[in-house]
């Protein structure tokens, strides 16, 4: 079975699973300095990982990019000349008018006839229409999974269904690395085979993901915990050690609105469209459900956000986004306007390039670890409260307290994962002290 890559949110995976190809919505592993792009300052670390996995990943047989950012619509130039089958797929920014849907709706018959010159079959309304019935009910499970889970592994059941599809949703063993790689792709493309041979009606319900008990729930959630949101663009695998560093210190990912987590999935399926025509109840699905700051206007992210954070009763906010990424980096002093919750930006770089090269700012800082969380800025409220803490935190500046890092009060096994996650170079050590500084100013 023929493996189409893609990343963007709003690509939906029904319409290419529909056509009998396997759809991997992929959350990249940070590239290296081998990397096939060789550029890195002014390039976005995540189009870059991106474009690395596409062009070297043998098992990929086609890649589908948007043109949601001006990052990844030139990043198209290099897998639009190479040996790679590669779609452009135009996602129009405005989306208040008529035209501008159906626009889209049209792009995604365009994808279609590519799909079917990749070796896909044009499906029929059935079928799409059973398809995405098994998509929505794996969402559904995944969604209700939620609350057993720390925000690691949940990141890592959603990256599992962008991989895996609904035919691969299942209390799973985590991924394995490396070497096993390869095998456990050629075995999720024989579940995607049988998956796709199965007749419309043949469809059965999918196994639901397992809830953890009360007491497992008891177990890795405590009163004292701090309800946090992360917002931002996608995250890259090695970022995933953020959750644990805020999860092992104190602090409880409640919301999860990255690219990588609820903010890139679509909405649900309107019933009575979708008896009417399949393909435009998708399209409405995603282009009316996923937020990105690029639609113009984009009220409804944020007032997405405000309810979500409302909602999940969030006391602060981790705002996580690559550096070179204008479309996130324009959107900070709105959101923290918006939430009117203490924000604590973090801005991740690459390996080689120094923080703060991205324009506006720069304190000339340079990464401390491989791929970098390496540069923050808080409100001003998380400065003053440094300050109280005397910890001397100021937007260019690092703490000099490491009596205040590593989970004061938390247990002795939470503080040594914390650091083995610093040791490990996926998360800096500035990365962890301002977090502790955040954590302080919130209790
Ligand atoms: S993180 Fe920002 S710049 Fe990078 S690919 Fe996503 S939207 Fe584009």
Redesign the pocket.
């Known amino acids: 079975m023929k493996t189409v890559l893609y990343t963007c949110p709003y690509v939906p995976a029904e319409w290419i699973a529909a056509h009998g190809l396997r759809p991997w919505r992929i959350v990249c592993s940070a590239a290296g300095p081998d990397a096939v792009a060789a550029r890195r300052e002014g390039m976005?670390a995540?189009?870059r990982s991106f474009l690395n996995e596409a062009l070297s990943r043998s098992e990929v047989d086609a890649v589908v990019m948007t043109t949601?950012?001006d990052?990844?619509r030139r990043a198209f130039d290099v897998p639009a000349v190479g040996p790679i089958r590669a779609f452009l797929l135009n996602i129009p920014a405005t989306w208040q008018s008529a035209g501008a849907f159906d626009y889209y709706v049209e792009e995604l018959r365009r994808l279609g006839r590519f799909l079917v010159a990749v070796g896909g079959l044009e499906p029929s309304s059935a079928h799409l229409t059973a398809i995405m019935g098994q998509y929505q009910a794996a969402r559904r499970s995944i969604l209700g999974a939620r609350p057993g889970r720390t925000a690691r592994r949940w990141a890592e059941l959603v990256e599992r269904f962008g991989r895996g599809g609904p035919a691969g949703l299942d209390e799973a063993p985590d991924p394995p690395q490396d070497a096993a790689e390869g095998r456990e792709a050629r075995d999720e493309a024989d579940g995607w085979q049988r998956f796709a041979q199965r007749r419309p009606d043949s469809v059965r319900p999918l196994p639901s993901v397992k809830a953890a008990t009360p007491t497992q729930y008891a177990m890795r959630h405590r009163n004292d915990e701090i309800a946090l949101a992360i917002i931002g663009?996608?995250l890259l695998k090695q970022d995933f050690d953020i959750y644990d560093l805020i999860e092992d210190n104190g602090g409880r990912i409640v919301f999860d609105a990255t690219?990588t987590g609820e903010r890139g999935w679509p909405g649900q399926f309107d019933p009575a469209a979708l008896a009417e025509d399949p393909l435009t109840a998708l399209g409405r699905a995603y282009f009316e459900g996923v937020r990105d700051p690029s639609r113009r206007p984009n009220d409804p992210l944020h007032a997405w956000l405000k309810d979500a954070c409302r909602s999940h009763r969030v006391r602060g906010v981790i705002y996580y986004r690559?550096l070179?990424?204008?479309?996130?980096h324009a959107e900070l002093s709105r959101v923290k306007h918006t939430l009117g919750l203490p924000v604590l930006a973090i801005e991740a770089a690459c390996e080689g390039v120094t923080a703060g090269q991205g324009g506006t700012r720069d304190d000339g800082r340079t990464t401390d670890m491989n791929h970098g969380l390496t540069r923050i800025d808080t409100d001003c409220r998380a400065d003053k409260a440094s300050r109280r803490l005397g910890g001397g935190l100021s937007r260019s500046e690092g703490l000099d307290r490491p009596a205040l890092a590593f989970g004061k009060g938390r247990h002795p096994s939470a503080m040594r994962n914390t650091q083995d996650a610093i040791r490990n170079t996926k998360c800096g050590q500035r990365t962890a002290d301002r977090i502790m500084a955040f954590f302080e100013m919130l209790r």
């Open positions: 976005c995540y189009a949601l950012c990052q990844m663009g996608p690219e690559h070179w990424c204008d479309a996130w």
